[in-house]
């Protein structure tokens, strides 16, 4: 069975920092792009950051691009997302994922296994 587990989120004042991290059971995604996806309250799903299987490209979503970092380690089946001068706007529930193909995609089709989510809130 496939499971995808992230931890991490939390409360953050603006300007703040945090650290995701996703960790895949079940099978292993080395051969897999990965991505994170955000969902705030009374909005679509939306594409944050997503990472090719070799972790050699990335893509980032314009309104994350220079504050948020996404990482991968094979090893440890793990995607991480570092999150630097978040904002108000920032907040929302984040979900890891794993797409069909070996390397970054920002369409939710293109995923296939997705986690839980965790809360992001971030106080002005």
């Known amino acids: 069975q496939v499971q995808l587990v992230e931890s991490g989120g939390g409360l953050v004042q603006a300007g703040g920092s945090l650290s995701l991290s996703c960790t895949a059971s079940?099978?292993?995604?080395?051969?897999?792009?990965m991505g994170w996806f955000r969902q705030a309250p009374g909005k679509e799903r939306e594409f944050v950051a997503a990472?090719?299987?070799?972790?050699?490209?990335?893509y980032y979503a314009d309104s994350v691009k220079g504050r948020f970092s996404i990482s991968r380690n094979n090893a440890k089946n793990t995607v991480y997302l570092q999150m630097n001068s978040l904002k108000p706007e920032d907040t929302a529930v984040y979900y890891c994922?794993?797409?069909?193909?070996?390397?970054?995609?920002?369409?939710?089709?293109?995923?296939?296994?997705w986690g839980q989510g965790t809360q992001v809130t971030v106080s002005s």
């Open positions: 079940g099978r292993t995604f080395s051969s897999y792009a």
């Open positions: 990472i090719s299987w070799s972790g050699g490209s990335t």
């Open positions: 994922a794993v797409a069909r193909g070996l390397y970054s995609d920002l369409r939710v089709d293109e995923y296939v296994y």
